[in-house]
C-alpha cells in the first residue's frame, strides 16, 4: 500500500484548520511521516522531546496570507510575522523568503529578524515598555516603532538627536474590543497594558505633531490571539478607520493600517477556526469599506499572524516513559517533556491532540492523562487523551506545538531546551540545538567567599 494522508479531511490551502501538518502521511508500515520524514527516525537522530517544524505548512500558510491580500485588498499590503509565536533564525529566513517582514517585542527578536536578513524598514518593534537600549537599536535599523504609550515618546526623544532622520512611528491604540475563542465584548476603555486609551488618542496625536524627530506613519492595534470570530475584525476596521481619519485631521502622513493578528487554529476536533483566506478577506473588506465611508485615501494594509502561520507546521514528540493507573480514577502516562516545553496547558488550560508516531491509526482503546516530568502536579499536557495502549519507550506526537511553545519555553527543573527541526521534501535539518545539562551551569557564578 502506498503512503496515505493521516487527515481525512485536509485543507491543503489553511493549514490552521487541520490538527497536523499538511504533509503529514502514513507510510506502508502504518508509522507516521511529516515533511516526507519518519518520525521515529527523527526521534532517533535527534532525540527527544524534539519540537518539528514542517517547512511545506509554514510556506504554504505564508502564501495563503500573501495571495488573499493580492486578491482581497485593493490597496497596497506587508503581512508580517509575529516572532513572538516562534523565534528563530532559520524560521525568520523562511518568512522573509516569502515576503513577509515580522513584528519584534525585544533586542533578542530584532536581531534574529536582522540577523535573517529582514530588512529594518520591513520590521516593526511592540512592547509596553521598551528599553532605550531596544528603541536606539530600532531607530539605527531604521525599524517601525510602535509608540505604546508617553515612556516611549520620552525615550524616544532622547534617542533621535539627527532631526533630519526623523523615527518612523506608529501609534498603538486599545480598540475596547475583547475577545475569547467564542464571544467578544465591545467596551469604551479596555484594561489592557498595551497602547492609548480612544480618549487619549487626540492629545497624544496633537503632541506628536509638533515633533520633528518622529514622523507618525501608522495607527495599530491588536484585539487577541486564538480568535475564531470574524466581526470582532469588522468592528476593528471602524475603529482604525476613525484614528486614521483623526490622524490626518491633525496633519500626520499616516499611510498604514495595521490590525494586529489573532486567527485561530485547529488544535482538537471541535475548534473550527475561518480559513486564512476568510481572516483576510473580512480584514481586507472591512478596511476597504470603513476607509470609504470616512473618504481615506486607502492605506498600506498590514497584519500580523503568528499563531496561524507557525503552529500548524508544528509537532513535538516525546518518546512515553512511566505508567500509572489510580484504578476508577485515571491512568498517567508521563513523557520526557512537558511544562518546560509546552508551558501553555499549565499556563492557558489549553487543549491539545495527540497520537503514537509509529501506531498513528490504532484502535484507541484507553483514556490517558498525559503528564510531564516536572516537579509539579499541574503538569499535564494533555488531560484527557484517547490512545491505543502503548507500552514505555514508545514515541508520542503532539500536535500544533509549532507556536508559542519553544518560545514560551524555560529550564524549570533545570530542564534543557529541545532541539528543533526543520523537515522537507524527505529532508530535516536542525534549527536549533538541544541544550545540556551543563549548560545551564554556565551562567551561574560561585562568591568567591562560599569557595572552600
Ligand atoms: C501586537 C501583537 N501582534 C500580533 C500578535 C500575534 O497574534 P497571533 O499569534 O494570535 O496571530 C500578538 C500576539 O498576542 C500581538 O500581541
Redesign the pocket.
Known sequence: MDRRPYEAKLDLKSPNRNISPITSEIDEQGKLMVGGCLLSALADEYGTPLYVIDENSLRTSCKAYKNSLAEHYEGQSLP?Y?S??NSSIAISTVICQEGFGL?A?SEGELITALKAGIAGENIVL?GNNKSKEELKLAYEQGVNI?IDNYHDIQLLESIVIDKDRPANIML?LTPGIECHTHDYIKTGHLDSK?GFDPDQLEDVLIELINKKWALLNGI?A?I????FELEPHRDLASVLADALKLAKSIGHPVKNLNV?????IRYTESDDPPSINEWVKCISTSVSNACKERDLELPRLIC??????I?PAGITLYRIGSRKTIPGIRTYLSVDGGMSDNPRPITYQSLYTACLADRPLNEADETVTIAGKHCESGDVLIQECLLPKSESGELLVVFATG??NASMSSNYNRIPSPAAVIVGDGMSDLIQQRQKPEDLLSFDLLPKRFER
Not at 494586529?260 to 485561530?264: A, S, T, Y
Not at 500580523?304 to 502561520?309: F, T
Open positions: 508580517l509575529a513572538k509565536a513584528d517585542v511592540h510602535v498603538r498595551f495599530h491588536h487577541g490571539s486564538q480568535i494586529g493578528g489573532g486567527l485561530g500580523e499572524p503568528g499563531r496561524s502561520l503552529a507556536a508559542y
